[in-house]
T-cell receptor, first 114, second 113 residues
């Protein structure tokens, strides 16, 4: 039990589908993050939320749409994805968006776009 | 610009051998933090250690030790007497004044029984 729970663990979707990834933490953290991990590439930061407000969007295509209804939950809504979007999507949280803290990561959602 | 380089893509060792994972970083920030994470096959990255730029003391935690040298911009990680359970991908990361994490590409460690 990592403290950050991601569902589903695995997802296969067609390019025309709409799906959502869910991330939940009950650590009392106020910052939450979405990362994309592709084979042989560094982890790519996608979005940052701090106290429910989006503070970073690293030029992520609009087919990825994040939602943070409260400090404990983070969603990533997916629609009309491309095969190159297949990757491990990791959610992380930290007490706040400052440099001192390490992150707590979830186990990720392994996404395959067919 | 900030950058983290983990030149070793994959390392294989036999159980009980010592192994060092290299991490070299670049930053212009005077205050920054360095991290190591472990990613086992289950997927989640597990936080191992954080060092700030003003603390160059080496740290030891059980079989793990870290060597931080600002003069060479390196933050190397050594596992002593490796075990099969140490098999994972290890990431070095840097956070500076922008609060953004910069991750290295990771080193896959395989410990063979």
């Amino acid at each position: 039990e990592t403290g950050v729970t991601q569902t589903p663990r695995h997802l296969v979707m067609g390019m025309t589908n709409k799906k959502s990834l869910k991330c939940e933490q009950h650590l009392g953290h106020n910052a939450m993050y979405w990362y994309k991990q592709s084979a042989k590439k560094p982890l790519e930061l996608m979005f940052v939320y701090n106290f429910k407000e989006q503070t970073e969007n690293n030029s992520v295509p609009s087919r990825f749409s994040p939602e943070c209804p409260n400090s404990s939950h983070l969603f990533l809504h997916l629609h009309t994805l491309q095969p190159e979007d297949s990757a491990l999507y990791l959610c992380a949280s930290s007490p706040s968006q400052t440099a001192r803290y390490g992150y707590t990561f979830g186990s990720g959602t392994r996404l395959t776009v067919v | 610009a900030q950058k983290v380089t983990q030149a070793q893509t994959e390392i294989s060792v036999v159980e009980k051998e010592d192994v060092t994972l290299d991490c070299v970083y670049e930053t212009r920030d005077t205050t920054y933090y360095l991290f190591w994470y472990k990613q086992p096959p289950s997927g989640e990255l597990v936080f191992l250690i954080r060092r700030n730029s003003f603390d160059e003391q080496n740290e030891i935690s059980g079989r793990y030790s870290w060597n931080f040298q600002k003069s060479t911009s390196s933050f190397n990680f050594t596992i002593t007497a490796s075990q099969v359970v140490d098999s994972a991908v290890y990431f070095c990361a840097l956070r500076g004044g922008t609060y953004k994490y910069i991750f290295g590409t990771g080193t896959r460690l395989k410990v063979l029984a």
